[in-house]
C-alpha cells in the first residue's frame, strides 16, 4: 500500500512563532495532496488543495498568509502555520493521492499542534 | 456540494455481535464514497470505497458497507465486533470540486465492550 508520513506527530510552540509540518508520500508521487484540520470530537476540514508546482487552492475562512503550503515536489507538500496563536491548536491531517484520477487518499498520521 | 450524514454520535455493541454504522450521502451525479477509522491520535485508515458495481462491498479488517441507491446510504457493517474495532469512523464522499478532495461526515466513535 502506499504511505504517506507526516512530520512531527507532535509540536508545542509559542505564541508569535511559525510552524512548519511536513508531508511525504513515501513510495509514490502525489500530484496533489490535501490539508485538514480537525478539532477535538469534531470532524476533518478540508483547509487547502495543493497541486505539485502550482499554488494552493484554499477552501473559504482560510487565511493563505497564515497557513503557507508549499508542494515543491511530487513526493512534499508542507504546511507552515504562521505567528501561532491558541486558536491555531488543533490536529492537522495530510492526505495524498498518486494521480488526480486515482480516487483512493492516503493519509498521514497527522499532526497534534499546541500553541502556548 | 457533495456531503454525507453520520446520525449517531456514538454506537455501542458488545463484542462478537454484529455492529452498523450509518451514513447517508446527498450528491449529484454518482457518488464515490469511503469509509474511514481513526484511531487517537492517529491518522485516518482506510477501510472501503465504493465507486461502481456491486453494491455489497468488502473492505479491511472484516468490515463492509451496503450502497443503497434509493434510500440514499451507505451503512458500514461487520457481522461479529471486537473490541479492537472501538475507535472513531468517517464516512466520506468524493468531493467533485475542490481537487476532489473528501467531504467527511462528523464521525461515530464505536464503542465494543468485551
Known amino acids: 500500500g502506499a504511505v504517506v508520513s507526516q512530520h512531527p506527530s507532535r509540536v508545542i510552540c509559542k505564541s508569535g512563532t511559525s510552524v512548519k509540518i511536513e508531508c511525504r508520500s513515501l513510495d509514490f508521487q502525489a500530484t496533489t495532496m490535501f490539508w485538514y484540520r480537525q478539532f477535538p470530537k469534531q470532524s476533518l476540514m478540508l483547509m487547502a488543495t495543493?497541486?505539485?508546482?502550482?499554488?494552493?487552492?484554499?477552501e473559504q475562512g482560510v487565511e493563505k498568509d497564515k497557513f503557507l503550503i508549499n508542494h515543491a515536489s511530487l513526493t512534499l507538500s508542507t504546511l507552515t502555520v504562521t505567528s501561532a496563536h491558541p486558536e491555531d491548536s488543533s490536529f492537522y491531517i495530510c492526505?495524498?493521492?498518486?494521480?488526480?484520477?486515482?480516487?483512493?487518499?492516503?493519509f498521514g498520521q497527522g499532526t497534534r499542534l499546541t500553541v502556548v | 456540494a457533495q456531503s454525507v450524514a453520520q446520525p449517531e454520535d456514538q454506537v455501542n455493541v458488545a463484542e462478537g455481535n454484529p455492529l452498523t454504522v450509518k451514513c447517508t450521502y446527498s450528491v449529484s451525479g454518482n457518488p464515490y464514497l469511503f469509509w474511514y477509522v481513526q484511531y487517537p491520535n492517529r491518522g485516518l485508515q482506510f477501510l472501503l470505497k465504493?465507486?461502481?458495481?456491486?453494491?455489497l462491498v468488502k473492505g479491511s479488517y472484516g468490515f463492509e458497507a451496503e450502497f443503497n441507491k434509493s434510500q440514499t446510504s451507505f451503512h458500514l457493517k461487520k457481522p461479529s465486533a471486537l473490541v479492537s474495532d472501538s475507535a472513531l469512523y468517517f464516512c466520506a464522499v468524493r468531493d467533485t470540486q475542490s481537487g476532489y478532495a473528501l467531504n467527511f461526515g462528523k464521525g461515530t466513535s464505536l464503542l465494543v465492550t468485551p
Open positions: 495543493s497541486n505539485e508546482g502550482s499554488k494552493a487552492t484554499y
Open positions: 465504493y465507486i461502481t458495481g456491486d453494491n
Open positions: 492526505s495524498a493521492r498518486k494521480t488526480p484520477s486515482n480516487t483512493e487518499a492516503f
